[in-house]
């Protein structure tokens, strides 16, 4: 009885056995089928990774999208013979497949090749039979794999001038060019036209172009084909009018319309540290810039087309990051700009110290102001007179210096402004009448329309009548930088005049004119109402910035009294925040930006990186020309 309970138990542990052995050995087989599916996912995902760049590079090196097509299929029939599993995948389709009820859409595609606009999508599968899994009538697993390249526009911050001596042409100039230096030079057309016709006028030259695999190699092997060799960063690469600058400019700091419109990104703010600007730009030369890129140029520029320029000093960074990343006959993307360097266009009004009027009366000639202006500016300033609105004695508010905005008779006007001290403008033909004894202050305002409408305002004292005891107000400083949410102190002195032993005689009332900018903290003088004295009585103005965005700020600063005669003495005087600090805009000089180029390095060393250009210069930086100064990275399918 007992044996044959052993037995039957035996018997059990058998079946149970099998039944454990069956069950592991399945898992065993679907654990061996998954890795099979695994290691074909990753086979296929290498194989399209690698077909959706060599069709990118295709366009990179100028080839057609059809051509691109073909690169990725030849990739693809190398790549697909090595398959782990044994069985070859076939080529995608030449009409793609997509997803149901998604014709036509990339996103969906399931199988074929797209190429697009810069864009490359290959999507491809396989079927890959089970082995154990056929026990439990399991047949053929689908294995897909998708890959998206993208040509991205690696833009170097470097610009390189295109034109030198212009206007053109040169006496007799024929082709070949001479390499005469001092000939009209267009680097953006080929070596052997490049000084014919003129600025204006490039009918004779012809554009460059990549030329063969030899000339890449040997870059004076044809002329035909590429630009004169020039020097594009560091040493050799100043413009005609800009001896500091040597091709390193700031990509993420633009427009220069005006001393405080200036644009910052890429975490750049107008406080930027000089030496953090630079290692962020020379980063650039490494990995390309990351963008926002730039509009299609127009003419004239759009402020936003101005890039600021870093100081001549500061490329051997760059110069170090260039011959770390390229090598001569690599393919680069710059930026281009027509040759000169630019300053912000401004011009400038410097008053007259004094005009002095009789109560009642004509004055011929009242004395003189200066217009000046920079090398950008080129256009014309109107002048017009303001009163003191918040005066109701200042003869101009009040009606007793006649004529209101043409009270005062400029000549000339409009005033073309003069490089150096300025053009001299009379100030002629003012009529009082029965205007109040005293010191006041008037405005000349000048507005230039060209190259962009500024409106500037310069205060100018006027004694009235016969005022002996006057004072005088200075600031320490005409303009303090501060970053966001700083104080910025002006240290005031006001001093006994016309000459420190005529005493004033009282106590003049500081305080600063509405209205004021938005977002500003707090304005406080040390001492708002001091007494001029002959050595000069101090009173610090301190203005907290608060909430203000970054930008250049005037304030007027108001001082007021009655003098030891009981006459009124009015003087003005402004003060500049620049809020956010003077920081990366440096001189405030930038160049203006008139396309983009390929250019091809010829040579590098530790002063100066040269090269050649086998692309004219293009306004759009989507235009086909300029792929082979772009780089293909895979990016996300979607």
């Not at 190699?217 to 594009?232: C, K, Q, V, W």
């Not at 600058?245 to 700031?250: D, I, L, Q, S």
């Amino acid at each position: 009885m007992a044996a044959t309970s052993y037995r039957r138990e035996r018997g059990q542990v058998l079946v149970v056995f099998a039944l454990g052995v069956a069950g592991l050995l399945a898992a065993a087989g679907v654990a061996i089928d998954v890795g099979r599916f695994y290691s074909e996912r990753r086979f296929l995902q290498n194989a399209a990774d690698a077909a959706a760049l060599a069709a990118a590079n295709a366009l990179i090196r100028g080839e057609s999208d059809a051509n691109a097509v073909i690169a990725a299929q030849d990739s693809l029939a190398r790549n697909l013979l090595g398959d782990p599993n044994g069985v070859v995948a076939s080529l995608p389709p030449a009409t793609p497949a997509y997803e149901g009820g998604h014709p036509g859409d990339p996103a969906y595609l399931v199988n074929g090749i797209l190429v697009s606009g810069g864009e490359v999508r290959v999507a491809l599968w396989n079927e890959i039979g089970y082995t154990f899994g056929r026990i439990v009538g399991l047949g053929n697993q689908p294995i897909t794999a998708r890959a998206r390249a993208r040509l991205v526009g690696s833009l170097l911050p470097i610009a390189v001038r295109r034109y030198v001596n212009t206007p053109g042409p040169n006496p007799g100039a024929t082709a070949p060019c001479s390499d005469n230096p001092s000939w009209f030079t267009d680097y953006f057309a080929t070596a052997v036209t490049s000084c014919l016709g003129s600025e204006t006028d490039p009918s004779l030259r012809m554009a460059p172009n990549p030329g063969s695999a030899f000339d890449a190699l040997n870059p004076g092997s044809d002329a035909t084909n590429h630009g004169p060799i020039l020097a594009i960063l560091g040493q050799g690469a100043q413009p005609n009018n800009g001896a500091n600058f040597r091709g390193f400019v700031a990509l993420d700091i633009r427009n220069f319309a005006s001393a405080g419109s200036q644009l910052y990104y890429n975490g750049v703010e107008p406080s930027t540290n000089a030496n953090n600007l630079k290692a962020k730009e020379a980063g650039w030369v490494a990995t390309g810039y990351p963008g926002p890129m730039f509009p299609s140029v127009i003419s004239p520029p759009d402020p936003n087309d101005q890039v600021a320029i870093m100081s001549g000093n500061s490329t051997g960074i760059a110069i170090d990051a260039m011959r770390r990343r390229f090598a001569p006959g690599d393919e680069i993307l710059v930026l281009v700009y027509p040759g000169n360097v630019m300053a912000i266009p401004d011009f400038a009004i410097t008053p007259p110290a004094q005009l002095t009027l009789p109560a009642t009366g004509f004055t011929a000639n009242a004395g003189s102001l200066k217009a000046s202006r920079n090398q950008s500016f080129s256009g014309t300033v109107t002048l017009s007179t303001l009163g003191d609105p918040l005066d109701p004695q200042n003869p101009l508010a009040s009606g007793a210096m006649t004529g209101g905005s043409a009270a005062i008779t400029y000549m000339p006007n409009p005033v073309t402004p003069s490089l150096g001290s300025g053009q001299t403008v009379t100030l002629s033909n003012i009529t009082t009448a029965g205007a109040t004894d005293g010191i006041y202050t008037i405005w000349v305002q000048g507005q230039a329309g060209s190259p962009y409408l500024t409106t500037k305002v310069e205060p100018i004292a006027v004694k009235v009548g016969t005022v002996n005891r006057d004072f005088t107000i200075t600031s320490s400083a005409a303009s303090v930088d501060v970053v966001s949410g700083g104080s910025a102190t002006f240290d005031l002195e006001l001093t006994n005049s016309p000459d420190k032993n005529t005493a004033f005689g009282g106590p003049v009332s500081l305080s600063v004119d509405g209205p004021l900018p938005t977002g500003i903290g707090t304005i406080s003088f040390s001492n708002a109402t001091p007494s001029p004295t002959k050595p000069g009585t101090p009173s610090t103005l301190t203005i907290s910035t608060g909430t203000m965005a970054p930008g250049l700020y005037t304030f007027t600063v108001r001082a007021t009294g009655l003098n030891r005669d009981s006459l009124k003495v009015t003087h003005l005087i402004q003060v500049t925040l620049n809020v956010g600090g003077t920081g990366s805009s440096g001189s405030q000089e930038y160049v203006d930006i008139s396309g983009f180029a390929v250019m091809r390095i010829a040579t590098a060393d530790a002063n100066t990186v040269s090269a050649y250009a086998i692309s004219p210069v293009i306004t759009d930086m989507n235009d086909p020309q300029l792929r082979r100064g772009q780089v293909a990275r895979l990016v996300p399918w979607n």
